[in-house]
């Protein structure tokens, strides 16, 4: 009988450091190459070692699971994605019965040095081609802080905000992998008391996010019913939508985010599978008013996963400057799915939704730094007299998430990007 791969007590021959993202309870998915080779293949990862798929089909690993022949020697992970819950939960459990250290099958653990990577010899890359990116808007106190800064203190949330998964296209070219950096943008920038101005922003900023990944692509025309939304999800990862607030202000007004939103995004490298975070499923908040009924959810439809934001300052040591939980969003995925697509809009495989910025009911759990700074107010103190409003160059914003119930944790792994100066 097979053993559930999300058991607490389940342990593994390869080393994994106590409180690691990637205990044997995860084993997530991702596309590396090995160093010295720029052949991309698809990847699972046990503590700091990733575990390369491809070799281990070709020794005869996933033997009767009806995988197509090669389908980890592919540079993106959708054609695996795209065989379905069934195959690809059927490898997660193969990998969790290889990896156990009471494994009945032991052919694969004493070749490990074929297959297991050591942290140093592979490198990370996108683990899908993401086709669309679409970005909503689902944190009530980011909607909130936002909308009493910029708008009306006492009326901050615009009337659709709690009848409508608020939402917008955002730009699938400029994601990036964990681990990359970018250039300041330039843009227009409009002084209160003056024209327009061309220039490098002043005014760059992180957005706490997570990501979820389509699993199951749809037809034109169809739309998910929200009970069953949860089953066109792959998996999740974390987001950092990078946002220029200078250049955003000035632009938005009436077709929304633009230049100041698609000049970088920075996601995680591993995608952590719904089977995974299966333990960790809580009830959100209340909605009131009650919703439309093809919003309307009953149960436990959101993840309870703590989140952290830490920027380092150009030879400085990471700061953390914000505790967050994705449990805290208004709007569920199953609910942002269902309204993406109730209009027939349809969904491909590999496209990335993100969540909005998660920022929560406390001022050490705003998502950005907009808010943490309460519009520049007021100084964010990176310890060492060191202070931020905005994020600058030379800066590096890490992005952490991890669920922790009943003695079991697993994490998504960095989500790093450095800030580099404008380009001249
Ligand atoms: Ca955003």
Known sequence: MNHSPNDPKLSSWAPVAAGHDFPIQNLPFGIISRSGSDKK??????????????RLQAMGAFEGL?????????SVLNPFISLGRSITRAVRQ????????????????????????????????LPVAIGDYTDFYS???????????????????????????????????SIRVSGHAFPRPHGQLKPNDGPPEFGPSRMIDFELEMGFIIGRSTDLGDSIPVEQAEEYIFGMVLFNDWSARDIQRWEYVPLGPFLGKNFASTMSAWIVTMDALEPFRTTGPEQDPPVLPYLQTRGAHTFDINLEVLIQPSGGQPAPVCHSNFKYLYWSMAQQLAHHSVNGCNMRVGDLCASGTISGPTETSYGSMLEL??????????????????????DTVYLKGYCEKDGLRIGFGDCTATLLPART
């Open 139 to 173: 944190s009530l106190e980011h909607a909130t802080n936002v909308g009493s800064m910029f708008r009306d203190p006492s009326n901050p949330l615009l009337p659709n905000w709690k009848h409508i998964p608020v939402g917008y296209h955002g730009r699938a070219s």
């Open 373 to 394: 700074s309460w519009g520049g107010k007021k100084e964010v103190d990176l310890g060492g007299g060191i202070t931020r409003k905005s994020i600058q160059d030379g």
């Open 41 to 54: 293949v698809a990847a699972s990862i046990i503590g700091d070692q990733a575990i390369d798929l491809a």
């Open 66 to 74: 009806g995988l197509p022949e090669a389908i980890f020697l592919q």
């Open 94 to 125: 193969r990998l969790s019965d290889i990896l156990r250290i009471d494994t009945t099958d032991n052919r694969f653990a004493t070749q490990s040095g074929e297959w297991l990577l050591p942290p140093g010899e592979f490198q990370n890359h």
